[in-house]
């Protein structure tokens, strides 16, 4: 490692200079890049750190194999077998002080549109000084008194939070279908060829939703019982007949010409992800056959054999679970991501169509403004004219996110008897969680179809 590389790391962990690489074949990377996947690394640190005490097989290799256990936890006072290092009471913990951590940084970034001021400095750097500050806080949790109100109450607090960041993904679900579709739009304006790719697209979309629906009823459902199978997802097909008819229902059209099938096809797509992910996440029903043995139905039956190795199940489930909780959080905090959730949107005449519309980058306007070389990765200073992204709403969605880790890692309101291992087996909690969340995302997608002519004398902008 170079002289410089390692200036350039020290400025980072304890200065005002951007995180990089040390290797020279990595490609550029802007500031305000950096800076978000250092604060998503400290998340994804903590969330490994929860899997961890959640895990029973962890527990029992870490008492089997450590040399003088019994003393060690003795000695930190985390009870006579390190008890409280470990189940849902220890998570809560842990993420109280991500989230605290976070929340500090919501309040502290507030109205920021510099990026030269003093907080602006301190939100993009001196690293190493705020993990010792998230491994304090995370550590200060256990200390706190009277433990069982604290626990009861952080709870309420961690549903709450959770709620509201499975409610802003859907409120963005729906403003890409939106935004997808005008942009298609109005290219077709200029060109027929986006007119094609808008028909092709939206085939493709009701084409895999009505499988899903079909593969659904077949797999999941069966000619006795399977009640709750047939009705939800006899109710979830019928609401994305519903809101497709709704959205080319010449009323609609009237007032919204943009309206189309596209955006009623992303909707219907996800709508059968979450029935399927509820159908999978609902407690096994089990029936007795003509042996009188208990058999479980309404599961298909391929579906058993993979869950024989729980460790791959769990590992690789949690792996996916997790990545996408951390791509929501990245996507989410785009300075277009803060805008839409306000009701700021581009106006038709500026609208460029770009078959890659949703990955535009923050700040390219002055993205070539500052370029510094410090013998390892180069860093773009892309803030220099001021802020790509907004810090507060940044911090906000990684305190919401910390809470929905705590209750998704806790298995929501079936704590007491949550393991890591046990992730994928099943409970009513995530159950209704995820069909209501499919409720949830049909009504606001309803909603942005009926509004305008619910409230004809205001002006919406989707």
Same mark, same amino acid.
């Given at each position: 490692?170079?002289?410089?590389?390692?200036?350039?790391?020290?400025?980072?962990?304890?200065?005002?200079?951007?995180?990089?690489?040390?290797?020279?074949?990595?490609?550029?990377?802007?500031?305000?890049?950096?800076?978000?996947?250092?604060?998503?690394?400290?998340?994804?640190?903590?969330?490994?750190?929860?899997?961890?005490?959640?895990?029973?097989?962890?527990?029992?290799?870490?008492?089997?194999?450590?040399?003088?256990?019994?003393?060690?936890?003795?000695?930190?006072?985390?009870?006579?077998?390190?008890?409280?290092?470990?189940?849902?009471?220890?998570?809560?913990?842990?993420?109280?002080?991500?989230?605290?951590?976070?929340?500090?940084?919501?309040?502290?970034?507030?109205?920021? &549109?510099?990026?030269?001021?003093?907080? $602006?400095?301190?939100?993009?750097? /001196?690293?190493? #000084?705020? *993990? %010792? @500050? +998230?491994?304090?806080?995370?550590?200060?949790?256990?200390?706190?008194?009277?433990?069982?109100?604290?626990? &009861?109450?952080?709870?309420?607090?961690? $549903?709450?939070?959770?709620?509201? /960041?499975?409610? #802003?993904? *859907? %409120? @963005? +679900?729906?403003?890409?279908?939106?935004?997808?579709?005008?942009?298609?739009?109005?290219?077709?304006?200029?060109?027929?060829?986006?007119?094609?790719?808008?028909?092709?697209?939206?085939?493709?979309?009701?084409?895999?939703?009505?499988?899903?629906?079909?593969?659904?009823?077949?797999?999941?459902?069966?000619?006795?019982?399977?009640?709750?199978?047939?009705?939800?997802?006899?109710?979830?097909?019928?609401?994305?007949?519903?809101?497709?008819?709704?959205?080319?229902?010449?009323?609609?059209?009237?007032?919204?010409?943009?309206?189309?099938?596209?955006?009623?096809?992303?909707?219907?797509?996800?709508?059968?992800?979450?029935?399927?992910?509820?159908?999978?996440?609902?407690?096994?029903?089990?029936?007795?056959?003509?042996?009188?043995?208990?058999?479980?139905?309404?599961?298909?039956?391929?579906?058993?054999?993979?869950?024989?190795?729980?460790?791959?199940?769990?590992?690789?489930?949690?792996?996916?679970?997790?990545?996408?909780?951390?791509?929501?959080?990245?996507?989410?905090?785009?300075?277009?991501?803060?805008?839409?959730?306000?009701?700021?949107?581009?106006?038709?005449?500026?609208?460029?169509?770009?078959?890659?519309?949703?990955?535009?980058?923050?700040?390219?306007?002055?993205?070539?403004?500052?370029?510094?070389?410090?013998?390892?990765?180069?860093?773009?200073?892309?803030?220099?004219?001021?802020?790509?992204?907004?810090?507060?709403?940044?911090?906000?969605?990684?305190?919401?996110?910390?809470?929905?880790?705590?209750?998704?890692?806790?298995?929501?309101?079936?704590?007491?008897?949550?393991?890591?291992?046990?992730?994928?087996?099943?409970?009513?909690?995530?159950?209704?969680?995820?069909?209501?969340?499919?409720?949830?995302?049909?009504?606001?997608?309803?909603?942005?179809?009926?509004?305008?002519?619910?409230?004809?004398?205001?002006?919406?902008?989707?």
């Amino acid at each position: 490692m170079s002289a410089p590389c390692c200036a350039g790391q020290l400025a980072c962990c304890c200065g005002t200079a951007a995180c990089s690489l040390c290797c020279r074949c990595c490609p550029k990377i802007k500031q305000s890049t950096s800076t978000r996947f250092m604060y998503a690394l400290y998340f994804i640190l903590v969330t490994i750190i929860c899997c961890v005490m959640m895990s029973t097989t962890v527990a029992n290799e870490m008492k089997t194999h450590i040399p003088f256990y019994k003393e060690m936890c003795k000695g930190i006072q985390a009870g006579e077998m390190c008890e409280k290092l470990v189940g849902y009471s220890a998570v809560y913990k842990v993420c109280f002080g991500m989230a605290c951590f976070f929340f500090l940084f919501f309040l502290f970034t507030i109205k920021i &549109n510099s990026s030269k001021s003093c907080r $602006a400095y301190i939100h993009n750097g /001196f690293w190493f #000084i705020k *993990l %010792i @500050l +998230l491994a304090a806080m995370c550590s200060g949790a256990f200390f706190i008194p009277d433990q069982d109100t604290f626990l &009861n109450a952080w709870r309420y607090v961690g $549903a709450s939070g959770g709620f509201l /960041f499975i409610a #802003i993904q *859907l %409120i @963005l +679900l729906v403003e890409f279908a939106h935004k997808w579709n005008k942009n298609w739009t109005a290219g077709a304006n200029h060109k027929q060829m986006w007119n094609g790719l808008l028909a092709l697209v939206t085939l493709i979309l009701y084409s895999v939703a009505v499988a899903a629906l079909v593969l659904m009823a077949l797999f999941y459902t069966r000619a006795e019982g399977c009640m709750y199978n047939k009705v939800l997802i006899g109710v979830n097909g019928s609401l994305c007949l519903f809101v497709s008819l709704v959205a080319i229902s010449p009323c609609v059209q009237s007032r919204q010409p943009h309206s189309g099938l596209l955006q009623s096809g992303v909707i219907s797509c996800y709508v059968m992800y979450l029935t399927f992910s509820a159908l999978s996440s609902k407690p096994p029903e089990t029936i007795l056959d003509e042996n009188n043995q208990n058999i479980t139905i309404c599961v298909p039956e391929f579906s058993q054999g993979l869950h024989r190795d729980e460790n791959l199940v769990t590992g690789l489930g949690t792996t996916i679970l997790f990545g996408c909780i951390l791509y929501s959080c990245l996507t989410s905090t785009t300075r277009a991501s803060s805008e839409a959730l306000r009701g700021i949107y581009a106006t038709a005449e500026t609208e460029v169509a770009r078959c890659c519309f949703c990955c535009m980058p923050d700040g390219d306007a002055d993205a070539d403004e500052h370029i510094e070389k410090r013998g390892g990765q180069t860093v773009i200073y892309d803030e220099k004219k001021g802020t790509v992204y907004s810090y507060a709403y940044f911090h906000f969605v990684f305190f919401l996110a910390s809470l929905y880790v705590m209750m998704t890692v806790t298995h929501w309101f079936h704590y007491e008897s949550a393991q890591i291992e046990k992730f994928f087996t099943g409970t009513w909690s995530t159950f209704w969680i995820k069909m209501v969340s499919c409720w949830v995302c049909v009504f606001l997608y309803l909603w942005t179809l009926i509004a305008p002519l619910c409230c004809p004398t205001r002006e919406f902008l989707v």
